[in-house]
């Protein structure tokens, strides 16, 4: 019996959650095709702006879960509650806690798809709306198309020029120190990175500062090793949003290994887990309300109580990883702060439960 009452418990959260999803990304998705109308040049017209917004969905999708499984959860067990469902189970004999581990198993089951769009489906295509974007709005000027990166390698100091998706560069300046002082300086006119991820570095001239003077050596043709290879490049490129949490862990190390600030990617990586975690929380949350006054309320009276803790929380986490960055504070207290304020008031609530 317990079984059946948890599968028909997690198709009502599942599907009002699906409704609310919907309805909530149709109306950020207009937000965000109006926003880049007033960004078309070039090749990026209206079409390319729907593709674009098209593309970014998934990526929404993951960002608003939190406050659609939240209002679909409110919804779907106020309705519950309304038609005294829950009562009656109640009357069953099922305790509080039973009722909250039901609601948790479904909390689990979107955490998963959560965690599946966030990292696998959500940054890559993300990634691909914004490159396309960037060709298309720039490739008639090639002046303008592509990036300027700098990246580092231990004492090696890389500037590449008019980078592109496809990892083939322009110009290619190395500037490698030894203790501390310049010793030397390589400028290749072209560059790019091949399949086994060695720097292909074309009529290449290299300029050595030594104590009894300086030499300079060229070729046409010479291959590099270095410790940065597409997937860092790729990572250094692309905004921490457009990266999954794995890339985001192997740029964080590879910025660890060459000393140098970690906090935004830090801080995007837990606020991450944060937020994903934070949707086996909301059913919970839900179920405590409706046992409140929600449960002889309306949908309208629900849906405004989900909204109001919705928005609270979602300013919150924004609010405080923001800040976290500007005033170096802890990524991971930061962005675990919103999450835990949560799940306190959700075992305050369901321990005032009679």
Same mark, same amino acid.
């Given at each position: 019996? @317990?079984?059946?009452?948890?599968?028909?418990?997690?198709?009502?959260?599942?599907?009002?959650?699906?409704?609310?999803?919907?309805?909530?990304?149709?109306?950020?998705?207009?937000?965000?095709?109006?926003?880049?109308?007033?960004? @078309?040049?070039?090749?990026?017209?209206?079409?390319?702006?729907?593709?674009?917004?098209?593309?970014?969905?998934?990526?929404?999708?993951?960002?608003?879960?939190?406050?659609?499984?939240?209002?679909?959860?409110?919804?779907?067990?106020?309705?519950?509650?309304?038609?005294?469902?829950?009562?009656?189970?109640?009357?069953?004999?099922?305790?509080?806690?039973?009722?909250?581990?039901?609601?948790?198993?479904?909390?689990?089951?979107?955490?998963?798809?959560?965690?599946?769009?966030?990292?696998?489906?959500?940054? #890559?295509?993300?990634?691909?709306?914004?490159?396309?974007?960037?060709?298309?709005?720039?490739?008639?000027?090639?002046?303008?198309?592509?990036?300027?990166?700098?990246?580092?390698?231990?004492?090696?100091?890389? +500037?590449?020029?008019?980078?592109?998706?496809?990892?083939?560069?322009?110009?290619?300046?190395? =500037?490698?120190?030894?203790?501390?002082?310049?010793?030397?300086?390589? /400028?290749?006119?072209?560059?790019?990175?091949?399949?086994?991820?060695?720097? /292909?570095?074309?009529?290449?001239?290299?300029? +050595?500062?030594?104590?009894?003077?300086?030499?300079?050596?060229?070729?046409?043709?010479?291959?590099?090793?270095?410790?940065?290879?597409?997937?860092?490049?790729?990572?250094?490129?692309?905004?921490?949003?457009?990266?999954?949490?794995?890339?985001?862990?192997?740029?964080?190390?590879?910025?660890?290994?060459?000393?140098?600030?970690?906090?935004?990617?830090? @801080?995007?990586?837990?606020?991450?887990?944060?937020?994903?975690?934070?949707?086996?929380?909301?059913?919970?949350?839900?179920?405590?309300?409706?046992?409140?006054?929600?449960?002889?309320?309306?949908?309208?009276?629900?849906?405004?109580?989900?909204?109001?803790?919705?928005?609270? =929380?979602?300013?919150?986490?924004?609010?405080?990883?923001?800040?976290?960055?500007?005033?170096?504070?802890? #990524?991971?207290?930061? @962005?675990?702060?919103?999450?835990?304020?949560?799940?306190?008031?959700?075992?305050?609530?369901?321990?005032?439960?009679?």
């Amino acid at each position: 019996m @317990t079984g059946i009452l948890s599968q028909y418990m997690m198709r009502t959260i599942l599907m009002s959650t699906g409704l609310v999803l919907v309805v909530l990304l149709a109306l950020a998705g207009l937000f965000e095709f109006i926003a880049e109308l007033d960004d @078309t040049r070039g090749d990026y017209q209206t079409g390319l702006a729907i593709v674009y917004t098209l593309l970014r969905l998934p990526n929404l999708a993951f960002e608003m879960l939190p406050v659609a499984v939240l209002l679909g959860s409110l919804l779907g067990l106020g309705a519950l509650a309304g038609n005294s469902e829950i009562i009656v189970m109640r009357s069953a004999g099922l305790s509080v806690k039973e009722l909250a581990a039901m609601v948790a198993l479904t909390g689990g089951v979107l955490l998963v798809i959560t965690g599946l769009l966030g990292e696998f489906i959500g940054p #890559p295509l993300d990634f691909y709306a914004r490159n396309m974007r960037m060709e298309a709005r720039y490739q008639q000027e090639d002046d303008s198309f592509g990036n300027e990166t700098w990246v580092k390698d231990g004492s090696t100091f890389l +500037h590449l020029e008019k980078v592109s998706p496809e990892f083939e560069f322009g110009s290619l300046y190395l =500037y490698k120190f030894k203790n501390g002082q310049l010793a030397s300086i390589s /400028i290749a006119e072209n560059s790019g990175i091949d399949e086994n991820d060695s720097w /292909i570095l074309e009529n290449l001239r290299v300029t +050595h500062f030594e104590q009894d003077g300086v030499q300079v050596q060229t070729s046409s043709r010479a291959i590099e090793s270095f410790e940065v290879n597409s997937d860092l490049l790729g990572s250094s490129m692309a905004k921490p949003l457009s990266l999954s949490a794995r890339e985001l862990l192997s740029y964080i190390d590879y910025l660890e290994r060459n000393s140098l600030d970690t906090t935004k990617y830090k @801080t995007e990586f837990w606020f991450r887990v944060a937020r994903t975690s934070t949707v086996l929380i909301m059913p919970v949350l839900a179920l405590a309300f409706v046992f409140g006054s929600l449960r002889t309320g309306g949908a309208g009276g629900r849906l405004m109580i989900g909204v109001v803790i919705g928005l609270a =929380y979602y300013l919150a986490s924004e609010t405080l990883a923001n800040s976290g960055q500007v005033f170096n504070l802890n #990524p991971i207290f930061v @962005t675990w702060l919103p999450t835990a304020i949560l799940a306190f008031v959700t075992l305050f609530a369901l321990s005032r439960i009679r």
